[in-house]
């Protein structure tokens, strides 16, 4: 595939923008919700009306010679805030403007109206607001002290992907739909009728809205047209705006039509709320296969216009970086990535490969783009070709990160075992870092990220967090209390199930308060049973609702219950108070005895099964202290093991470990060892990753950092298929590889400007070289040593 | 009966078809000079001293240079490597060191492993008596032989050993069951001329059989240069620098000619 000139422009438009915080999102949403209307109107319709004011006053932005159209801000990387979600105060909005990384232009218009406008009016009212009001001081503690992260704070739930239907169904069928579910409501015999009638009212609303928004886009593209000296382009804008009349408003035909179709969407679901995640096409290549196959009998679209929609189309998506965060977070967080990631290969409903012409033609299309965003995967099941997998270590060499690598079968066993049917597992995938789900069927939400270390270092100190001072867990004891290993054990379950306990009451409080407050009647159109069944997507609406509670730090503290095993219980070669001295002394004066920690001590990651035993015993516990507690809109609670850049954060707040890692250094990630310790090699590394039991699970992360040498040639590629598969047949969820030098890095932190396009694999995700704190590109660069040597 | 390793290496992608594990055998009769193992050179077992900091302090630990094995503790690593093995259709390799050095053992190993289902391979410097090599034959799937010069006087000069055995060894190898990978070291100074090449390439034609599947060449590189001082073994190759890319990309259109397939590396 060769980029076209059009493409090009856009991708380079794309890269030379500058990241800019608009105004006009946050201005239009106070407008409406100053209103009289919108006082007197059901929450869902509240909300759908706001979006309906939104999509009604935003500007219509068309860029010159794009061929798929719309924006979330007036152009493209102009970022609009959510105040109803969170709001950004001036000081926000000044580190933003000022932080090195990945910062936001903030202009003086932009302050005014923020200073005029949005503060006196949200201030003390958003839904950041209402949540923190109403978690309970145990809560307050454990986030303050690093247990966990709430991932509804600052954005509204997400993770969603675009199913199968929706690709082939435009909004006039679900106003069909929702007509027929209006006709059916029992306002005899079911309590819920009338809020089902409010929900059902306010998708209708929300249906018409992006119809309008569509069409205010054909109105621009035809005014375009009559001015347009380029009888070529003239074309262009009729055939767009013909394209915007059709759809969203009835299902798309083409491959032009099926990509405008989708990018609306994904404009309506970023525009409603800032859902995490953005959105995601999800199966992309198996929605383009059918429309592309009929035009390519038809002769109605060639390979080099295909190409050209599709770098369009990717375009699109580096456009929109992620939402700001404010508070803390925002001078903490410097992700840019927005985390869509779409899936490639797989299996088709009937259990069929599905890897065909498209999966290849998109491979192409990412390694030529070498965009950010969007992020892809490819869906290896054991059906797959070597010729894909092959397809896919060809980008993966290039070390952009991209594309990852999931395990098909492992994602179908895992939706099973959760209760979906069998056509609605196969339809699923990964979306986000790694997490599993059921494609336009499933609500599943990752409410936030728990720190396993955190948890031990409080079993350790009797439930006292010496950093904030305060009582954080339950007091079980101090380290020298447990007379064996096993009492420590004990200890540590008792700890994980009365934190979890915390963050479950805190997700339970919080999912009610998006059901009451934030409904989304336009995502709740897009995910299947919320019009039949007439409920929101926050609300339990969709077929299948589940969250998840994001475990971390898997190899860190595998690393420290197995130092404290062996160097106190079972080698007797220290005392819990040395030990203790040692740790709160961040090892100064004692490097000895860090010394014997890091290398006379068994570690996590080298297929040894006196560590790896840890690593279980704590999956055992984290499972059984989540899995199956039942969440406020009628879903379920489950696991998954991902740090996305958190690893870094927990760390920063947790002092000297006895695995010998200093106080506030990052911890492992994922189930990757901890950075370094793994002696013995990747076949070593996935077999104690293996050990846990990924299938209860929705979706662990493993590194694995290669030097480009391990991709020369074709035989080494016949390696690396083999280490996949072979890890895929060990039931391993997922896998990255990370194709980079050390010394390329430090070259790289010393001078970033030469290397404005250099992008590694953070975890679940590739960011930016140059957008990543220094202590991220710190760990970056020892893992890669590690590697190297 | 144990076998004296100085290492084990997983994911062993370069020393054999598929993913291996290669067990470094310890004791080697010759001694090249670009060796960069010079840990394996000798058959005793060594003490070296490995130096780790944590922050700005050095950390000196006496850590053991070759460790004894049973035939049941070689079995008990690969079964752990097995899933990769069978994916990958790869296996055991014994490399060195010289492994023929300690033959007993590596019949016994290799036996075992064969019965065990897994392919093997010994890599060899084909410095051994030919009765050793008859009796290795049975069980070992294939060789990685390698060839470093014809001339039998820069042979002794920089391995140590004269060629004679080596060649004889090559020739019943090549009528035995067991494939045969040459290797080749390309060494700039010692044999990387075209002369000596040359006459690399005229004894494989010569010698060629079926079992012949191909050469690596294997660039010289410098890794080995800093164990030397760990070892107080001196370092014979000076500022030798590596071939040049384009000095191999040559020699392997050269040795195409043989008619097996000619590989950069292993």
Known sequence: MKITERVKQLRQQSLNAVEKISAERALLITQFYKSDQARELSAPVRRARAFEYLLKNKKIYIGEGELIVGERGPSPKETPTYPEINLHSLKDLETLNSREKVSFRVDEEVRAIYKNEIIPFWEGISNRDRIISLMTPEWIGAYNAGVFTEFQEQRAPGHTALGYRMFRTGFLQLKEEIRESISCLDYYNDPEAFDKSEELKAMDIACDAIIMYANRHADELEQLAKTEDSSERKKELHRMAAICRKVPANAPETVHEMLQHYWFIHLGVITELNPWDSFNPGRLDQHLYPVYKKEMEKGSISKDELYDLLGCFWVKFNNHPSPPKMGVTAYESSTYTDFCLINLGGVKPDGTDAVNEMSYILLDVIKEMRLLQPGSMVQISKKSPDRFIHKALDIIKTG???????????????????????????????????????????????????????????????????????????????????????????????????????????????????????????????????????????????????????????????????????????????????LKIALDADFTGYEQIQYDLIYNTPKFGNDDEYADQQAVAVFEIYYDAVNGRPTSRGGVHRINLLPTTSHVYFGSVIGATPDGRKAFKPLSEGISPSQGVDKQGPTSVIKSASKIDHLRTGGTLLNQKFAPSFFEDEESYDNLTALIRTYFSLDGHHIQFNVVNAETLRDAQKHPELYRDLIVRVAGYSDYFNDLGEDLQDEIIARTEHEEV | MKGLIFSVKRYSVHDGPGIRVTFFMKGCPLSCWWCHNPEGISPEPEKVVQKNKIGEKEFSIVEDAGKLFSVDEILGILEKERAFITHSKGGVTFSGGEPMLQCEFLIEALKACKDAGYHTAVDTSGYSSTENYRSVIPFTDLFLFDIKHIDDTMHLKYTGVSNFLILENLLLLLHSPGDVIIRIPVIPGVNDDSGSMNDIRQLLINFKTDNLKKINLLPYHKTGSSKYNKFNIPYRMGSIEPPSKGRIQELKEFFCEVGVKVKIGG
């Open chain 1, 400 to 578: 952009f990160g991209q594309p990852s690598c999931f395990n098909t079968d492992s994602i179908i066993q895992e939706l099973l075992r959760q209760g979906k049917n069998i056509v609605d597992a196969r339809n699923g995938g990964a979306s986000g870092c790694v997490e599993t789900g059921a494609f336009g069927t499933e609500a599943y939400w990752l409410t936030g990220y728990f720190s396993l270390p955190k948890a031990l270092e409080l079993t350790l100190n009797d439930g006292f967090d010496k950093r904030t001072n305060r009582l954080v867990g339950i007091e079980t004891g101090y380290a020298d209390d447990y007379k064996s290993f096993e009492d420590l054990v004990e200890a540590f379950r008792s700890q994980v199930n009365y934190l979890i306990d915390i963050k479950i009451r805190g997700n339970n409080v919080i999912e009610k308060i998006f059901a009451r407050w934030m409904p989304v009647p336009f995502l709740s159109l897009l995910v299947e049973d919320c019009i039949s069944n007439g409920k929101d997507y926050n609300n339990g609406g969709a077929r299948y609702n589940t969250s998840y509670i994001q475990g971390v730090g898997l190899g860190s503290v595998t690393d420290m219950l197995t130092s404290i095993r062996y160097n106190i219980y079972d080698r007797k070669k220290i005392s819990h108070e040395e």
